[in-house]
Each structure stands twice: as structure tokens, then as C-alpha cells.
């Protein structure tokens, strides 16, 4: 069986080094660079940054819809200073990053035919308002789960 020759391109860090620190020009790039460009995941890389956040939220409305990638890229190129970049990534809250108990997710899915995510944003949403913890006790009391067992099996605070 014969190999192939795949060329691998530059990674999306590459391509920021490009675009700050080393100032290459789009003929510069190779082929795959080039095809390998997204406009997208480089208005998220630098907007990482909060000295450009609002940059590159004004410029995402021209950068994702009307310019092509090499002038997204040359744009950048020309705007961005000649500097080391790194932003630290943000990512968003999951659902495991949450304090809402699992077990609560999965029996109020169940009940309610909710997905888990649906389940998550809801209790979310419930949590945050001023008296979701006792309209949790009092829908699981419904249920026949005592005060003392939605504290400890299904993680309600005790407010």
C-alpha cells in the first residue's frame, strides 16, 4: 500500500503567530494555509483578548459575511500590532462545571420529557429567580420527596 503525502497546514495558533508577532503576508502562506484560513475561528481566537473584544465585534458584521479570507487576513494583518499574542481561552460553563446536582437534572428530565440541556437551562433560570429554591422543594414534594431529601440526594439549597 503506498502513503500518501498529506501536507498538514498551519494550526490556528500558527496562523495568529502569522497574523501578530511574524507579519506574514497572504502570498506567503501555502495553498493549504490559505484554504485552512477561517475568518471565524479567528474573530474567536482574537476576541479572547478584552483589548480587542470590541474590535472584532464591530468588524465581525464585514469579516463573516461580505470579505473573503484573504482580505479578512490582510485586514488583521494591517490592523493588529507586531506583538506576541495569547489570550486565554474561554470557554463556556458546562453543564458538569454546574453545581446542580445530576441526579436533580435526570429526575426532573424524566418527569417533565425534558431534555438534559433544556433540564439545565431551566433549573438555571429557576435558581436565579428569588424564591426558585422553595418551588423546588414544593414541586418535589409533589413527588413525595421530603425537604430533607431534596437537600441531601438532590443537592437544593437549604435557603
Known sequence: MAKT???KGKTIFDLLSCLFDKKTKWNDLSDVDQKQFSPYMINRFISMD???????NYLQQYTLTGMRPKDVYNLYLDLLPKKKFW?????SKSEEDSKIS??????LSQQEQWSTSETYD???FIFESANGTQILKDYLRMYGISEAEAIKVYGIPKK
Open 122 to 124: 431551566n433549573l438555571s
Open 102 to 107: 445530576k441526579r436533580l437534572i435526570e429526575f
Open 87 to 91: 489570550a486565554k481561552y474561554i470557554k
Open 5 to 7: 503525502n498529506t501536507v
Open 50 to 56: 478584552p483589548d480587542y473584544i470590541e474590535t472584532v
